[in-house]
């Protein structure tokens, strides 16, 4: 955990919303639920390469603005009759700081 | 010898401790008490009551002077510890040196003080100990003095609660969006919220506290939004902080706790700590029960026995007279987690639970809490749920017996049982009425008995009973609902919004029974449109339940970039436009710029991040949002009319602006595109557009209803008008009749085509006094709605959205 890399806080994140974090080999959205639970996700729809970040977020699933697949933030399912996958990262909050895990930045796409 | 144990902090951890250290071994120790306050130990969670007057501190204490002194516990109170000197192992204070073998800090926490100007003025407040409660009843003493309190935590409700109790004006400040957001989710919170502003106390969410105003001492506070409220005095309930400096101090391993180790004992292995001073495993306490469970710990430590202190879930109740109320463990949402959720709005019930693999692992209940604990102990122990799932919302009362069947239920229901609470139906009278008059719909069943007829909360009931009467012969209307998230249907939602004044999402789906806790990607940007139409100038839009469009004020294009489209009225520009349009285009590199259909220049490819600085330049050049994203009014089309055609017969150019001028920035369920043709010759293509207008020479065609996408339909000619003024008000008529009566989504002429022309036309053609009023209450909505919101942004509002949380650049190297 020690060398775990600080991305931002909780409250830089609107309720309900995500932001995202810029790495070389491409974007992470991060997302906070309305109960303030923080998941990473590659910023990418499993459909078209839609930019989940900019979805509606509800219990703990974001609506792709793209298309309206549905996708879990916990494990990256698509949900419904969709299939497919999104990448997820692991988090940690501390303090209401969030940490992620240094190779997220070797990780980001393909 | 008996060893020496000093304690410091006479609170409810080391009262406790030394309880269980007298039972494990009376005669172990000899004991020193240090304590902060001139008093013993009482009882601090039961502050509350004593404030409310409901109890007095005598039956609160927990350890007085002679239980101490019974014990042989030295007490030494109002005696402050200054120092630790781990060395020659003494503890200082003004009293001196007292040599210790063992030393047990208990110090507890102390109020957090938002570090704002005026804070330190007279009449400024914790919620701590019995002194800040003595100070809170004489300030109440005073007539219609009044109080603000800081922080819409369970503290400050607490005191909020209490102080009105006592007869003052309370005002409760909440920086976040929903009471106890903690502890409880935004639908528990909103039921919350309504009680205590039913007692009349004043709730202020998302307060940022600027200022605590006054000059001998406080006169007021202030609010970043610039809301100001007089303030006899001012109660900071924003949270605690472990108090740790004396083992700061004394060099211990101090994070934002004294860190112990599962026995209790500090980096020091002579020194234990106990409380919310403490730090275990990174989390740090302030409910009483794990402080307890510490107490323990440190007491077996102490005589040796092995013991080790574990985390455990704890149980939350507000403890506010009338105020059912109770949450425990963990209710966020997360896969493999369902959620099971009860509500029952006529009586101000929620409760729902959270399972992970058939076991509880939270519960929010509110209005409703005689469960909690049968609840919480399934959680605590892990108890499968499955062969109660169908009932266990319902609680232990329903638990053994049959399954409960809801169709069993309603038949199993008294004749006398009341099923319409607004009109006093019971259920005989409907049965009875079914039969009798030969009812078969639910329009029958209201008309007859006026069951279900007033706030409509009741339907399911009473279609059961017609299911129950008639058998299968019912078939209950085929009502679509809006999502899966309710049973109810676009037009019912609307109908209860304005007839219940609803007036926030968390209050609609309280309040008609929504089975999610959130909603989804259908319902919610349906909830907000319905509230922003119905409650002009009361309702908060809510951003995150807008599609990306509607929040950023752009179109998202298929590559995740946005397209910009500056408004041009009634499709008119000049050549200052379109020098900071191609100004733009160069600056911003913007890779494309096409004309739309709708007679105005769209910017293609513009990078989200560039889009504050794009709409800055284009607002400079006097340029506002052309809301070609928005379920509201884009464009206003028109031809050049009398002004250059030598066909024209009006001013069509001048009427289109004069029309997309006056309903800009309206919200509507779907897009509004409009058009004005100067002559029947028809060059704008008015009779393709959801509200069309050709100009004849005895005034205006007012044409609306027609389609040219997915469907391609003509307009209706809705009447004729003679001059402008009565043309835009007849427009404006028909447009607010359509925001309050189509569901989201729907477009004109599918609204026309489900309501009626001939009833769209009695409002707004035949009847000049309705017209009048939705054109009055267009306008009116307007007031709030003409604000570029490009402007806003630029200026600084929802910059996160504009703004990468955070940036890396290639790492150096790899692990």
Not at chain 2, 114 to 125: T, Y
Not at chain 2, 151 to 178: C, D, P, Y
Request: hydrophobic share 40%; aromatic share 6%.
């Amino acid at each position: 955990m020690s060398n775990w890399i600080e991305i931002g806080r909780v409250s830089d994140i609107p309720r309900r919303g995500a932001r995202c974090v810029n790495t070389p080999t491409g974007k992470i959205a991060i997302f906070r639920t309305a109960e303030d639970r923080i998941y990473a996700i590659e910023n990418r729809c499993a459909h078209k390469g839609g930019p989940l970040s900019e979805g509606i977020v509800h219990g703990a699933s974001v609506t792709c603005p793209l298309h309206n697949w549905v996708f879990d933030l916990e494990s990256g399912q698509a949900l419904g009759a969709d299939e497919g996958q999104v990448k997820t990262f692991p988090v940690d909050v501390v303090d209401g700081r969030i940490f992620m895990a240094p190779d997220f930045m070797m990780e980001a796409a393909e | 010898m008996k060893q020496k144990l000093v304690v410091i902090g006479a609170g409810m951890a080391s009262g406790r401790l030394l309880e269980h250290l007298f039972e494990d071994d009376p005669d172990a120790f000899d004991v020193t008490l240090f304590g902060a306050e001139p008093r013993g130990n009482y009882n601090r969670i039961m502050l509350s009551p004593v404030l409310a007057g409901e109890k007095t501190y005598e039956e609160i204490v927990t350890h007085d002077a002679a239980w101490y002194a019974g014990n042989g516990v030295h007490t030494r109170f109002g005696e402050t510890i200054t120092a630790i000197d781990r060395k020659s192992k003494v503890v200082l204070s003004r009293g001196g040196e007292t040599p210790y073998d063992k030393l047990i800090i208990a110090t507890g926490s102390a109020p957090f003080i938002i570090p704002i100007a005026g804070k330190e003025l007279p009449g400024v407040m914790a919620f701590r100990d019995l002194d800040d409660v003595e100070a809170m009843v004489a300030a109440a003493g005073k007539p219609r003095a009044k109080a603000v309190v800081i922080g819409g935590g369970l503290l400050g409700l607490e005191a909020a609660a209490a102080l009105r109790l006592r007869g003052m004006e309370v005002v409760v400040l909440h920086l976040m969006g929903h009471l106890m957001e903690r502890q409880l989710d935004p639908a528990a919170g909103y039921l919350l919220q309504k009680e205590l502003e039913g007692r009349g106390i004043k709730i202020h969410t998302k307060a940022q506290t600027k200022a605590i105003l006054g000059h001998e001492r406080v006169e007021a506070v202030a609010l970043d939004d610039g809301t100001v409220y007089p303030a006899d005095i001012v109660v900071m309930a924003v949270g605690i902080r472990p108090e740790t400096r004396v083992a700061t101090d004394a060099g211990l391993h101090v994070e934002r706790g004294i860190v112990v180790s599962d026995q209790m004992v500090t980096s020091d292995p002579d020194i234990l700590a106990v409380g919310e001073c403490v730090e275990h495993e990174r989390t740090v306490y302030g409910l009483v029960a794990p402080l307890y469970d510490m107490a323990k710990v440190a007491a077996k430590t102490l005589v040796k026995h092995d013991a080790a202190f574990r985390p455990v879930q704890t149980a939350t109740q507000l403890k506010v007279t009338g105020v059912s109320l109770y949450s425990a463990g963990d209710f966020a949402e997360a896969e493999g987690r369902e959620e099971i959720v009860l509500r029952d709005a006529s009586s101000g019930v929620y409760k729902r639970l959270v399972l992970k693999d058939d076991k509880i692992v939270g519960a929010v209940l509110y209005g409703e809490t005689g469960d909690g604990p049968w609840f919480f102990d399934m959680l605590r122990r892990g108890t499968d749920t499955r062969e109660l799932r169908d009932t266990l919302i319902f609680g232990q009362a329903y638990q053994g017996g049959a399954q409960l069947d809801p169709m069993a239920a309603v038949a199993a229901l008294p004749d006398e049982a009341e099923i319409c609470g607004c009109n006093g139906v019971c259920k005989s009278k409907i049965t009875s009425t079914i039969t009798s008059k030969g009812l078969t719909t639910l329009d029958g069943v209201r008309a007859h008995t006026k069951a279900s007829a007033s706030c409509g909360t009741c339907t399911g009931l009473v279609e059961k009973l017609m299911v129950l009467t008639l058998g299968d012969s019912y078939n209950p209307a085929a009502i679509q609902p809006m999502c899966g998230c309710t049973d109810l249907g676009h037009d019912e939602v609307r109908r209860l919004i304005v007839a219940k004044e609803l007036k926030s999402i968390p209050a609609v789906m309280q309040e008609l029974e929504w089975k999610t806790s959130c909603g989804c990607a259908k319902c919610r940007p349906a909830l907000n449109y319905y509230l922003v139409a119905d409650w002009p100038g009361e309702y908060e839009d809510d951003g995150q339940s807008r599609f990306i469009n509607e929040r950023v004020h752009a179109n998202i294009q298929k590559d995740g970039t946005y397209s910009v489209v500056p408004r041009m009225w009634g499709g008119m520009t000049n050549p200052r436009e379109l020098r900071a349009i191609a100004d733009v285009a160069d600056k911003f590199h913007i890779p494309a710029v096409k004309v739309t259909g709708g007679q105005r220049i769209d910017l293609l490819g513009v990078k989200k991040e560039d889009l504050p600085g794009v709409w800055a330049d284009l607002n400079a050049a006097g340029m506002v949002s052309g809301a070609a994203y928005a379920k509201g009014l884009r464009t206003v089309k028109t031809c050049v009319g009398s002004d250059w055609c030598r066909f024209g017969t009006q001013d069509s150019t001048g009427l289109g602006v004069r029309i997309e001028k006056f309903m800009w920035g309206a919200w509507t369920p779907a897009k509004v595109k409009m058009a004005v043709s100067g002559c029947p010759r028809n060059c704008a293509e008015a009779t393709c557009k959801d509200v069309g207008v050709i100009c004849v020479d005895s005034g205006y065609e007012i044409h609306f209803a027609g389609a040219a996408g997915l469907d391609i339909k003509g307009t209706e000619v809705l009447c004729h008008a003679k001059t402008e003024d009565e043309a835009l008000e007849i427009i404006a008529a028909l447009v607010q009749l359509y925001r309050e009566q189509g569901r989201y989504l729907e477009r004109i002429y599918k609204w026309a085509k489900r309501v009626g022309t001939d009833s769209i036309k009695a409002n707004v053609v035949d009847d000049l006094e309705k017209r009048r009023h939705y054109f009055e209450r267009f306008t009116y909505s307007q007031k709030f709605a003409q604000v570029d919101p490009w402007e806003e942004r630029v200026n600084g509002k929802d910059a996160h959205e504009f703004e990468a949380l955070a940036e890396f650049g290639m790492p150096v190297a790899a692990e």
